[in-house]
């Protein structure tokens, strides 16, 4: 038996990589880039080597971009004609700020206040620390960048819920069948959610479990069950925007592919003054049973 020689794997230096990649987008061939390489005094083995990775890379990358999901419909609300408030089954709620790409809109009075005192309390009696799903497993994991506490109801658990999951499906003309339980979630002075994404990582192995179930994110509705003294506005990094946290409002989002293009970034600011307490409603693509 031969021993196979081994050759090792060439540094690309940072450099090196941008000219590669510059050269090839502007159209030079592989033969030409050898060619240079080589006139600049590199062995061919080495040039060789450094080609064939720098441009299968470049090749991964592109086919990573095009596999990109196509984007899926998403819950909408009603704006043609610019409406100062929507009917949502039971209840005027005032659109307060709607931003077209990425899609965020604002409502304010969504919920009474009576309604958010109702759900705090309720969910209150319940608040363990915060689990969030991790994808790698598909089990519920303590998740260190979020420093709140939370808990889910399931759909429909208490009167409250079912009539605000009722507003919620009229609102942004969605199946109440297909949104998550209501989860809650408490912050104490400190407390924060760093920025993330709300869909499921489609590159995490636990994913395909937890898409069985309703199939992807495609939009969220946090609203603010009380009003923090500072802080703890619902930031969104990728476009600027931080919105109060005003008791009875809600900022929803929507996010046609588990992508960072959809600029869906956010997080929940850490809260200076005072508790935070929201409500988060997530909206699948299919029927969450
Ligand atoms: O607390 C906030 O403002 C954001 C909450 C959030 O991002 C979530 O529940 O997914
Ligand atoms: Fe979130």
Not at 55 to 75: M, S
Not at 195 to 216: C, I, K, S
């Amino acid at each position: 038996m031969s021993a196979t020689p081994t050759r090792s794997v060439p540094h690309i230096t940072r450099e090196m990589r941008e000219w590669v990649t510059d050269q090839a987008r502007a159209g030079h061939t592989p033969e030409a880039l050898l060619a240079s390489m080589k006139a600049s005094g590199w062995e061919e083995d080495a040039a060789l080597d450094v080609l064939e990775i720098v441009l299968r890379d470049i090749v991964e990358a592109g086919t990573r971009q095009k596999v990109l999901p196509p984007p899926a419909r998403v819950p909408e609300p009603f704006l043609d004609g610019a409406p100062a408030t929507l009917w949502a089954h039971d209840r005027e709620v005032r659109v307060v700020m709607a931003m077209r790409d990425p899609r965020v809109i604002v409502f304010s009075g969504l919920l009474s206040d009576a309604e958010c005192d109702e759900i705090v309390a309720l969910a209150g009696a319940r608040l363990a620390r915060s689990h969030t799903v991790d994808t790698a497993t598909g089990a519920s994991e303590v998740n260190a960048a979020r420093t709140s506490d939370g808990m889910f109801f399931t759909r429909g658990e208490h009167p409250v819920c079912a009539r605000f999951e009722a507003r919620i499906a009229a609102l942004l003309n969605w199946p109440v069948e297909n949104g998550e339980g209501l989860q809650v979630l408490h912050y104490r002075p400190g407390a924060e959610y760093k920025p993330h994404y709300d869909y499921f990582d489609p590159d995490q192995p636990g994913t395909p479990a937890v898409l069985r179930r309703g199939g992807q994110r495609v939009a969220t509705l946090v609203t603010y069950l009380n009003t923090p003294t500072r802080g703890g506005g619902t930031t969104f990094p990728d476009i600027g925007l931080e919105v109060t946290p005003l008791k009875g409002h809600a900022v929803f989002f929507s996010y046609d592919r588990p992508h960072p293009s959809t600029r869906s970034l956010h997080g929940g600011a850490p809260v200076l003054e005072g508790d935070k307490w929201v409500a988060t409603k997530w909206l699948r693509v299919g029927r969450f049973d």
